[in-house]
T-cell receptor, first 111, second 116 residues
Framework: GESVGLHLPTLSVQEGDNSIINCAYS??????FIWYKQESGKGPQFIID?????DKRQGQRVTVLLNKTVKHLSLQIAATQPGDSAVYFC??????????FGSGTRLLVRP | ETGVTQTPRHLVMGMTNKKSLKCEQH?????MYWYKQSAKKPLELMFV???????ENNSVPSRFSPECPNSSHLFLHLHTLQPEDSALYLC???????????????FGEGSRLTVL
């Protein structure tokens, strides 16, 4: 069946360090992937996306890597800041209108 | 401000009540979504409307009834809910182009529902 899962439910990092959040997906038909950030009391917010014809995409302090061979996504956050503390979701889009979300990873940034 | 507004932000209701959640998007998008977010569970897609027609109904119990009167407004009517329906209900919108998957979803802040 279709599923998107995260390897680590909670990640604790020191402020200033880099963070890596991982995600596995199962649907080979998915050709578009998005990372969302959800802060407490708020809805998910778009961070960065990547299409299946790419293996890397960079934003401001964030990089998404896509490995289609092993169906794996990762989100790298450089120089993690306290404001990065949130739950991060990956989502895959196997067909129109359908986003399948992973279970989420909580990122805790230690001062 | 994401351009998607949900009301109420918090709702407490009994199992015999009838209530509605409202969502309004100011982004000119052509698709709107209801998602359910429970503790420790992935975001679950409930309903999708594209151009005011329902295009996805993810095996949601009939006690949840969506309504999309126009492309900017989406409702979720609630009737005889169960305590396990307590969750955060998130509305989202996106611009879907022909022959293309949906783009980025813009989410509202959610309506926190508690069923007693």
């Amino acid at each position: 069946g279709e599923s998107v899962g995260l390897h680590l439910p909670t990640l604790s990092v020191q402020e200033g360090d880099n963070s890596i959040i991982n995600c596995a997906y199962s649907n080979s038909a998915s050709d578009y992937f998005i990372w969302y950030k959800q802060e407490s009391g708020k809805g998910p917010q778009f961070i960065i996306d990547i299409r299946s014809n790419m293996d890397k995409r960079q934003g401001q302090r964030v990089t998404v890597l896509l490995n289609k061979t092993v169906k794996h996504l990762s989100l790298q956050i450089a120089a993690t800041q306290p404001g990065d503390s949130a739950v991060y979701f990956c989502a895959e889009i196997p067909s129109s209108y359908k986003l399948i979300f992973g279970s989420g990873t909580r990122l805790l940034v230690r001062p | 401000e994401t351009g998607v507004t949900q009301t109420p932000r918090h709702l407490v209701m009994g199992m015999t009540n009838k209530k509605s959640l409202k969502c309004e998007q100011h982004l000119g998008h052509n698709a709107m979504y209801w998602y359910k977010q429970s503790a420790k569970k992935p975001l679950e897609l409930m309903f999708v409307y594209s151009l005011e027609e329902r295009v996805e109904n993810n095996s949601v119990p009939s006690r949840f009834s969506p309504e999309c009167p126009n492309s900017s407004h989406l409702f979720l009517h609630l009737h005889t809910l169960q305590p396990e329906d307590s969750a955060l209900y998130l509305c989202a919108s996106s611009q879907v182009r022909e022959s293309a998957n949906t783009g980025e979803l813009f989410f509202g802040e959610g309506s926190r529902l508690t069923v007693l």
